[in-house]
């Protein structure tokens, strides 16, 4: 089933420009969402604790610092955009309490509230703005008139039932709009995400090109060569897979490759399609490690 895609002309950006937005945290993808609303000339503070060594750096930027919970008390859509690690310590403390109806809480993974570490009572708007990227690249592609996809989802409605209104205009003011910006749940975000660190971005791909590797090395091979065949190249042919797509990718290789390829794929894939399951009914489990 295809997602709801919005773009640019579907999203009303005077939503989120009229109300105060706090985000809490400021590292690399804090920075960028916060530096992305203010040049979306958007309402935007910064909240840390006392003694972060991160309150020079917002200062310096032109921000002004308020302790968490001030900043609760003064935005009307208050950003969660630390470590998910540190949600449910720093919310159940310094934001929660805080709260009143028709504030809305935004995250950029739905993983503390999927996995019920945090939860709020009727009436606060609970709303998940996900960029699909890391903050410099959400940044870099803003400054380029680009942007980066997103995904938004609303767990909870506020009592002024403006959280999905809320949560597009805030996509467009960080770029989203520019190319897309799709409407999924912090249960599909949430599990697809991490099944796809697991298994392919991070844990996966690790896994591949350190066999790789070593499976040349205790071959006899050199290691220059099992690096540049199973760690070097593996840029080259990403960065085809993501501007062409898997048949542009095709193409843009040799016969020799794409034929070696296409006699690999088949057994690779019976060996990788069970673990592959495993690892996404752990996850759905909640048995996310």
Do not use: W
Not at 61 to 66: M, P
Not at 72 to 89: F, G, N, R
Request: proline share 3%.
């Amino acid at each position: 089933m295809a997602l709801p895609v919005y773009y640019d002309k579907d999203i009303d950006l005077g939503v989120i420009q009229s109300l105060q937005v706090g985000v809490i945290g400021y590292g690399a993808q804090a920075k960028a969402q916060a530096l992305n609303l203010r040049d979306s000339k958007v309402k935007v503070r910064v909240g840390l604790y006392q003694g972060s060594l991160s309150i020079p750096k917002a200062k310096a930027e032109g921000f002004e610092v308020l302790e968490v919970k001030e900043l609760v008390q003064k935005s009307d859509v208050i950003m969660a955009l630390l470590p998910d690690e540190l949600h449910k310590e720093v919310l159940e403390k310094e934001v929660i309490p805080f709260l009143k109806e028709n504030q809305i809480v935004g995250f950029a993974h739905g993983f503390s509230v999927h996995f019920n570490q945090v939860s709020f009572k009727k009436g606060i708007g609970v709303i998940l703005v996900a960029p699909k990227g890391p903050g410099s690249a959400l940044r870099e592609e803003y400054l380029k008139n680009r942007g980066l996809y997103h995904l938004i989802a609303i767990e909870q409605e506020n009592s002024k039932n403006n959280a999905k209104a809320v949560a597009l205009s805030y996509a467009k003011a960080m770029g989203g709009g520019r190319m897309g910006v799709l409407e999924t749940s912090f249960k599909e975000e949430c599990e697809s995400d991490l099944f796809g660190e697991q298994a392919v971005l991070c844990g996966g791909l690790e896994a591949i090109v350190r066999m790789g590797f070593e499976t040349l090395i205790k071959a006899g091979y050199p290691e220059e060569l099992a690096y540049f065949e199973c760690v070097h190249e593996v840029k080259l042919v990403a960065d085809l897979l993501h501007y062409k797509g898997v048949e542009g990718l095709r193409k843009h290789i040799s016969n020799t490759a794409e034929f070696g390829a296409i006699k690999a794929r088949e057994p690779m894939a019976n060996l990788l399609e069970k673990r592959m399951q495993k690892i996404l009914k752990k996850i759905q489990k909640r048995l996310i490690r």
